[in-house]
């Protein structure tokens, strides 16, 4: 079966820093892998996904993504936080075992908090 | 391009009563899932829809029902609502259905809570 795992609840960083939130999947098959963000009453914001080619995807709001396909990971970066970068970060992947479906299975979100 | 939307966007019910929930896609888009958010149980998928048709389902129990309209606009039904069904619940639409590398758009959600 298809899953996502974000290992970490929160992560804290300063404004400015480096930021990773961190995503390891498990699929039958090659992935599809997709960042969502999600700020507070709101529904989920695309960021980028990971089809296939270069593994280090480039996405909205200056975040990127590496695909790592032996360590099955694909963890978010973005090189200088901002404190509006602020929210909860969902993982997911394309669910591959029932057929033609647009199913994506989520991690369980990463709350993701900048301090100014 | 306008995105997805949801209506209402908030909803109060008692126990025992059903609710419809409605989105409309992004145009042009004619695949409609649909997703429950709780903080217990994260995002589970409920169920999806193409050309009228449902092509997946969710664990759910037959309390939750859904069906899309020609013009692509689906609802989602809940009867015999409880306490557990209050949640966020998602629309999110794409092009088409089964191309995996379609990426599906999230609507701002209907808040349900049921007293």
């Known amino acids: 079966a298809q899953s996502v795992a974000q290992p970490e609840d929160q992560v804290n960083v300063a404004e400015g820093n480096p930021l990773t939130v961190k995503c390891t999947y498990s699929?039958?098959?090659?992935?599809?892998l997709f960042w969502y963000v999600q700020y507070p009453n709101r529904g989920l914001q695309f960021l980028l996904k990971?089809?296939?080619?270069?593994?280090l995807v480039k996405g909205s709001y200056g975040f990127e993504a590496e695909f790592n396909k032996s360590q099955t990971s694909f963890h978010l970066k973005k090189p200088s936080a901002l404190v509006s970068d602020s929210a909860l970060y969902f993982c997911?992947?394309?669910?591959?075992?029932?057929?033609?479906?647009?199913?994506?299975?989520f991690g369980t979100g990463t709350l993701l908090a900048v301090q100014p | 391009k306008a995105g997805v939307t949801q209506t209402p966007r908030y909803l109060i019910k008692t126990r025992g009563q059903q609710v419809t929930l409605s989105c409309s896609p992004i145009?042009?888009?004619?695949?409609v899932s649909w997703y429950q958010q709780t903080p217990g149980q994260g995002l589970q998928f409920l169920f999806e829809?193409?050309?009228?048709?449902?092509?997946n389902k969710g664990n759910f129990p037959g309390r939750f029902s859904g069906r899309q309209f020609s013009n692509s606009r689906s609802e989602m039904n809940v009867s015999t609502l409880e306490l557990g069904d209050s949640a966020l619940y998602l629309c999110?639409?794409?092009?088409?259905?089964?191309?995996?590398?379609?990426?599906?758009?999230f609507g701002p959600g209907t808040r349900l809570t049921v007293l």
């Open positions: 990971y089809i296939t080619g270069d593994n």
């Open positions: 145009s042009g888009h004619r695949s």
């Open positions: 997911a992947v394309r669910d591959m075992g029932g057929g033609a479906t647009n199913k994506l299975i």
């Open positions: 999110a639409s794409s092009l088409i259905a089964g191309v995996l590398a379609d990426t599906q758009y």
């Open positions: 829809y193409f050309s009228e048709t449902q092509r």
């Open positions: 699929v039958s098959g090659n992935p599809y």
